[in-house]
Structure formats: C-alpha cells, structure tokens
C-alpha cells in the first residue's frame, strides 16, 4: 500500500514543477532500504525483516514528502489524512473479508481463482465508487461511462 502511495506522492512535484529534492529524498529512501535490510541480516535477523525495513523506509517516505510539499504549497494535514488516507484506509479493510471467507470455504482450483478474481474486483470498485469517491466524482465516472457506452452503441459500421 505505501509502495503505490509513493508512486502517487511523486505527482504532486510535478504539478508543481519542484521535482529535485522530492525526488532526490525518495530516491534514497527507497535505496537505504537495502544497506539497512543487508545490517539486519548481517545482525541475524530472517527475511521478512527485509519487508519490514521497506515498509517503514515507505512511511517515513510518505511523511517526508508531506512536509516537502507543504513547504512549497500550504495545506491542512488533516484534510489530507480524511480526503485521501482515511477513504484508502476503509476501502482496504472492507474489501477483505469477503475474498478471505471465499478463499477459505472453496477448494483449490481455477473456479475459485476465477471466483476470487471476479469478486474481488466487483467488491474494490462498488467500494471505491462509494467509499472512496466524491460526490462530484462519482458524477464525472457516470458521465464517462455514458459517453464511452454512447460510443460503443452509436458506431457507424
């Protein structure tokens, strides 16, 4: 989840034109995943410390880049945690149960990979359609999805 929130925390230094010291301090966060990674195997510790170390380096990532862009161009944090990471947030903890008891009363197989596959996207797009969209937004959606149908139904031929 970081590693996409990262991704999309780059956007915003475009859309400033600022992209050096954003980028320069994402870029080594993302790199000092790997020396701290090597220190902790070196120390003894198992492999999935490895997913730990770039977790955290994500985080810390994530708020450095807060304070960044906030340098450049003010904003509330809070309004920033309840319109983007809150909606995020409740999107990913309601899509899951469902796949998880699917998951755990079908047996193996492609029907339930088929299954999971199918539900999975159905439940992510009704929940980011109403969860995670603004009313406005969800207009533009429906406004998109008619004048896509409209170009597929009135083709010449």
Do not use: C, D
């Not at 299954?115 to 009704?126: D, P, S």
């Amino acid at each position: 989840l970081f590693s996409t929130l990262h991704t999309a925390s780059l956007m915003p230094y475009h859309g400033i034109g600022k992209l050096s010291l954003g980028n320069t301090v994402g870029g080594t966060l993302m790199i000092l995943a790997l020396p701290i990674s090597y220190v902790l195997f070196k120390l003894g510790l198992p492999p999935y410390w490895a997913f730990i170390t770039i977790f955290f380096t994500n985080m810390v990532q994530q708020i450095l880049t807060w304070i960044i862009i906030h340098s450049y161009r003010p904003y509330h944090y809070s309004e920033l945690l309840m319109r983007v990471y809150l909606p995020i947030i409740v999107v990913t903890l309601l899509a899951a149960p469902i796949p998880i008891v699917l998951r755990l009363h079908l047996e193996e197989g492609w029907m339930r990979f088929i299954l999971l596959l199918l539900v999975n996207e159905l439940i992510l797009a009704l929940l980011v359609y109403f969860v995670a969209l603004t009313k406005n937004e969800r207009v533009k959606v429906i406004n998109y999805a008619k004048s896509f149908y409209g170009k597929i139904t009135h083709r010449e031929r």
